[in-house]
């Protein structure tokens, strides 16, 4: 028996737009003193677990594997990626993880882009789930509201089930939906009402008991998915084709709202569902007036104003409950509460204007990063950053060949079987279909110049031969 760290990684966060995007998400972008929510959600559960798993698109397998690797420090920690060709919601994720797992095994289910304490709290209620999972109960953790917020769906406790010191624990009554603004203050004053977080621990062989008698065609679907997945290596891939047919459904409509043996923890750990600005604002620092501070932010005569800027300088004056959220290639300016209205413009404008949705122009990666500069139908020009002692992965493309020009450092460069030392104003091409490669052996960052040419150039037009962060599967 193992105890397996299931993290859910699927969505796009259209709420979070221009911040978050299709092809780099929220759980990857660096948001708290440069961590990413994936990042604080793995090193957060790293001590309580023997194993994990980690439940993504297949967009978004490169993005994880390098994640998973830096967290490591480069140990080969056990780790399984399952990779959705399309997203079927929760309940296909959770159960792709049970039939990957020993029905023993105990899986603590966590999405990856909730902000959590890492603190003593937290330690004491997840080894207290592990051991209410060993009772074969289902357990979800609601997180004890401290104000009425209406952004939530609230789970109401039943009966008392145990208690471990002044931690509680109790049958679960009823879900309820996200309520108006006077429910949610009836529920804050009640006591009887809880946040309902998405977290669970169970045994996998209770889950799938549980899945077959509250909705087995999801159970039976799953298990011929699981029947013909491909896999390679610790990457199991799942392909759209056969998804498809699946029900799209969440774990808590499939299972949790149904069962009768679901426990709930009434947690009191710090948790944020960062799902919207005005819950970003919680990760930031502000001033006495309520608005973000930065090193590039300006404000004057403003209030309770959230503004996200990467690089350029961003004024506010005499303007209040706002969002100002400010990339390199688009400025978003809301007013605050209005993450739905955000949502239905991604949505109706995304089909008109791709790119702007989907690619994000500021990416990290376990090297470093890259800043797109200029993106046509046929031409691509990028700063890439690679940090020492780093290096991409060795490489080659099919639809395009690259002019490289170091602007900063002494850069390595690998084409077929020829290595050179570059420095700054020195150039090279890669032909299509080159076998190449970009280090870092020097002391300070190597900057360069990549111009794409070609056909096509979106950022899964990579074949990996070598690559020192373990990623399989193409960015």
């Known amino acids: 028996m193992a105890t397996i760290h299931v993290v859910l990684c699927g969505g796009f966060g259209k709420r979070l737009w221009p911040i978050s995007r299709a092809q780099y998400p929220k759980p990857f972008i660096p948001l708290q003193n440069d961590e990413t929510l994936f990042n604080l959600t793995l090193n957060r559960n790293t001590k309580h677990c023997d194993k994990r798993m980690i439940v993504t698109n297949v967009a978004h397998a490169a993005l994880a594997q390098g994640a998973c690797y830096n967290c490591d ?218 608005n973000s501070k930065g090193q590039n932010i300006y404000v004057q005569d403003a209030q309770n104003n959230y503004i996200y800027s990467q690089d350029r300088y961003v004024a506010a004056v005499g303007v209040s409950e706002l969002i100002i959220a400010d990339t390199p290639d688009a400025l978003l300016v809301s007013k605050r509460g209005c993450s739905a209205g955000i949502q239905t413009l991604v949505t109706k404008k995304s089909e008109k204007n ?47 060949k690259e002019h490289w020009v170091v602007i900063a450092g002494d850069a390595t460069v690998q084409v077929e079987q020829q290595t050179q030392q570059l420095s700054v104003g020195q150039s090279i091409d890669i032909p299509l279909g080159a076998i190449h490669r970009l280090s870092n052996q020097g002391s300070a960052p190597v900057k360069i110049i990549e111009v794409q040419f070609g056909d096509y150039l979106g950022e899964d037009d990579i074949e990996r031969l070598e690559d020192d962060y373990k990623r399989t599967i193409s960015d």
């Open 73 to 290: 420090s480069g140990k080969q920690r056990e780790t399984l990626f399952l990779l959705e060709g399309i997203a079927k919601n929760t309940a296909t994720s959770v159960t792709l993880a049970a039939l990957a797992a020993d029905p023993e095994d105990i899986l603590w289910v966590t999405p990856a882009d909730h902000w959590i304490a890492d603190n003593q709290r937290y330690s004491d209620e997840l080894s207290y789930a592990i051991d209410i999972a060993q009772d074969n109960a289902l357990l979800t953790i609601g997180i004890t509201p401290d104000s009425p917020n209406t952004q939530y769906g609230y789970i109401q406790r039943g009966k008392p089930y145990k208690q471990q010191q002044d931690i509680h624990c109790y049958k679960v009554e009823k879900f309820h939906e996200k309520p108006n603004k006077k429910t949610a203050q009836h529920y804050l004053t009640s006591g009887q009402y809880f946040w309902n977080s998405g977290m669970f621990c169970f045994k996998a062989g209770v889950f799938l008991n549980e899945l077959q008698q509250h909705a087995p065609q999801l159970l039976k679907g799953a298990k011929s998915l699981h029947q013909h997945v491909s896999k390679k290596e610790n990457c199991w891939q799942y392909t759209a084709d056969k998804m498809q047919a699946l029900q799209a459904v969440s774990i808590d409509v499939a299972v949790m709202e149904k069962s009768q043996n679901l426990m709930m923890l009434a947690s009191k750990i710090d948790w944020r569902d960062l799902g919207q600005f005005e819950q970003l604002q919680h990760l930031t620092e502000t001033d006495q007036y309520g």
């Open 354 to 400: 791709p790119e702007l949705f989907n690619e994000s122009p500021v990416e990290k990666r376990p090297w470093g990063s890259f800043r797109v500069i200029k993106n046509e139908s046929s031409i691509k020009v990028k700063e890439i950053t690679v940090q020492p002692g780093k290096r991409l992965s060795l490489q080659k493309h099919q639809h395009r």
